[in-house]
């Protein structure tokens, strides 16, 4: 029997940490890990007994909370491929994604029945409706009902299976106006969290300004160091008190799976600016005498420390954690050196450490987007702080600032569009934000005028700025801010460890030279598997071994920066929208001879879709057709976000001498917001 990897770490907390350790919170409802793991295991067993298979690929519809969670986890925990989709899609996004990825069953939330039913005859594939909701139809099973009615045996995976197996297909748009199904493995997520945790430890403070006065005055390194204990990386390392390391230090060299070492840490103690000494971590190694070095080789360094933590808080895993710490020591995996005191403390910890990383997070973007699942999911999974989750499924500002203030909220997710919206909430000032450490942003171009802004509110609190895309799995570069002076508009900042980025000119395929624009190209452990069932376009994405971004960027003084999308993606919000998707659907209206689809600038969502029209020929523009016309017709045939939010008319489109409509000549004419 094998084991789903992300299932595994859940099994590991919730069989070890203490019976009352929550897991997640939405309002008055908590869930524990034992209480999560118990109902992943239901579930689970259900949709075997269903007859879903390993392999089989499982669609589902869920707003961000535990029913997303217990129902992606449990599709994976006997080899199933979670497939979940955007709940924004209508009907006839579902009718494609749902066939195209050949599910075998369907889980959703009562909210979208409406929409599944007028395709359900569609859906021959599917042999299992399940529904979460009340009074639900006959032909529909009832979601708790089947989590109460199974068993909670442990659910496992027959036969081998690995971090290499498909864990998730993530539908991502497509310039052909198809969604593309994008193939991610399990190893997919946990390097790339692995590559952008070693990217942040690298940004600590060098041990070389330990006795310099630049330390405390230095906001963005002093932040990152906090950042870094807030999260629990200090106590993720070696438990030592403050005492038992005072006047020395420690030297921690780690090497990832991949046989890449990495810059060594130092954890020493330090006096603080308000006069407490404090464990801190610095990078480098250290320029002053020591008592003691450990050179700490961790073989696995996120995967296998995320299964060891747990363990120290019951006495079987206790035993089990031991015999290895034995073996380390005696083959030189580890080295100590220093007195006896010291030395001894460093080896109980080992053995019975308990880390703590219990700074509850709260991710805002849908868990469907890879940026929110990887930030969000994958790290909840291995290192197991709380998740918070609001009540309401509209976005309200009100409630996230209440979460923060009341959960104490440390770690905070937010599109551009939504963080631009708490800023102009106005009572913001009204609530205590200093629990907030880490605002995290990604998904589009976070505009450099609001994350000064938000700097200037949050002034404890450091920037995580990410930029990605789904096939990448999905973080490719960050970008840290934490004083406005440092802000620089349309950086994405740097890509992190273990991705190697090219700029290339996209005719030529040269590469360009620095401050020129190019296509981003990569080379990662990350990149996806495949497009599911598309050879030929998972074919044309990849040249010379290197994947092609198909974004327009360039490289100056080290850091990337970001112009558009190479085939003109439109991102509204956080949300991309490819211009043939929509065109497709006006064209079928009978009064439109012609049509181009634009992004225009846009205060509220960095931009906004706006449809340039020919009418057939006799008709009068806004007489005989309508802006108000155009937009009802896309009333039901798109998501809402990918609707036209203006309608300009034309009378002739330029063209190339092939005859092709030149989109950019279109966007330059007729792409001024107030026009």
Not at 568 to 594: D, F, N, R, W
Request: proline share 5%.
């Amino acid at each position: 029997m094998g084991k789903a990897p992300f299932k595994e770490y859940v099994d590991i907390k919730a069989r070890h940490y203490p019976k009352d350790r929550v897991a997640l919170v939405r309002g008055d409802q908590e869930i524990t890990w034992k209480q999560f793991a118990e109902r992943v295991n239901r579930l689970g067993n259900a949709l075997k007994k269903l007859g879903v298979k390993k392999y089989n690929k499982v669609a589902f519809v869920f707003r961000n909370g535990p029913e997303f969670l217990e129902t992606h986890l449990a599709i994976q925990a006997f080899g199933a491929v979670a497939v979940p989709l955007n709940y924004m899609y209508s009907h006839l996004e579902y009718s494609f994604a749902i066939n195209h990825c050949d599910a075998v069953a369907l889980i959703i939330d009562q909210d979208y029945l409406e929409e599944i039913e007028k395709i359900r005859s569609e859906l021959s594939k599917v042999k299992a409706f399940i529904c979460n909701g009340n009074n639900l139809p006959s032909n529909w099973i009832d979601y708790e009902e089947l989590i109460k009615k199974s068993s909670k045996r442990k659910v496992n995976v027959k036969g081998k299976f690995s971090e290499f197996d498909e864990a998730l297909i993530c539908f991502t748009g497509g310039t052909t106006g198809r969604p593309k199904g994008v193939v991610l493995t399990y190893d997919n997520f946990i390097s790339n969290l692995e590559m952008t945790t070693t990217f942040l430890a690298s940004f600590l403070p060098p041990i070389s300004e330990f006795h310099e006065e630049k330390f405390a005055k230095n906001a963005f390194q002093r932040k990152m160091g906090e950042v870094m204990d807030s999260m629990g990386m200090g106590a993720a390392l070696v438990d030592l008190d403050v005492e038992t390391l005072k006047g020395k230090s420690l030297l921690l060299i780690t090497e990832t799976s991949k046989g890449v070492k990495l810059p060594p840490l130092t954890m020493t103690t330090k006096t603080d600016d308000d006069g407490t000494e404090k464990i801190k971590m610095f990078s480098g190694m250290p320029d002053f005498k020591t008592d003691l070095k450990i050179y700490y080789e961790i073989g696995k360094q996120i995967r296998s420390t995320a299964k060891t933590f747990p363990l120290a808080y019951s006495r079987v895993g206790r035993l089990k954690m031991l015999f290895p710490a034995i073996k380390r020591l005696i083959t030189g995996g580890i080295k100590l050196e220093g007195d006896k005191e010291l030395r001894s403390a460093v080896i109980k910890s080992m053995l019975s450490r308990k880390v703590e990383i219990l700074t509850p997070s709260l991710y805002m973007p849908p868990f469907f987007h890879s940026a929110a699942y990887v930030s969000g999911i994958v790290t909840w999974i291995l290192f197991g702080q709380p998740l918070i989750f609001p009540v309401s499924k509209k976005f309200d500002i009100r409630e996230i600032l209440e979460l923060v203030e009341k959960q104490g909220i440390r770690s905070l997710m937010m599109v551009p569009t939504m963080w631009k919206r708490l800023l102009e909430y106005p009572d913001i000032n009204k609530f205590d934000l200093s629990s907030l450490k880490v605002a995290i942003s990604g998904g589009s171009l976070f505009r450099g005028k609001y994350k000064k802004l938000l700097l200037n509110l949050l002034p404890n609190a450091l920037i995580i700025d990410g930029f990605g895309q789904t096939e990448m799995s999905p973080i490719i570069s960050l970008r840290l801010d934490a004083t406005p002076d440092q802000v620089v508009e349309r950086s994405i900042g740097h890509e992190i460890d273990g991705l190697e980025v090219r700029i290339v000119d996209p005719e030529t395929g040269e590469d360009v030279k620095d401050g020129e624009i190019g296509e981003l190209w990569y080379k990662s452990v990350t990149i996806m598997k495949e497009y599911y069932k598309n050879p030929e376009k998972t074919k044309a994405a990849f040249k010379d071994g290197w994947f092609r971004g198909g974004d327009l960027g360039y490289r100056k003084d080290g850091d990337l920066f970001l112009v558009e999308r190479l085939k003109e993606c439109i991102t509204s919000g956080a949300e991309k929208i490819y211009p043939l998707e929509v065109e497709e659907i006006l064209i079928q209206h009978p009064k439109i001879s012609e049509v181009v689809v634009i992004g225009v600038p846009d205060e509220e969502w960095g931009s906004a879709v706006r449809a340039v029209i020919i009418p057939k020929k006799g008709l009068k523009p806004h007489q005989d057709i309508t802006e108000e016309e155009i937009i009802e017709f896309c009333r039901g045939k798109m998501a809402s976000y990918k609707k036209p939010k203006t309608v300009v008319f034309a009378e002739e489109f330029p063209i190339s001498p092939v005859g092709k409509v030149l989109r950019a000549k279109v966007r330059d004419q007729y792409g001024k917001p107030n026009l």
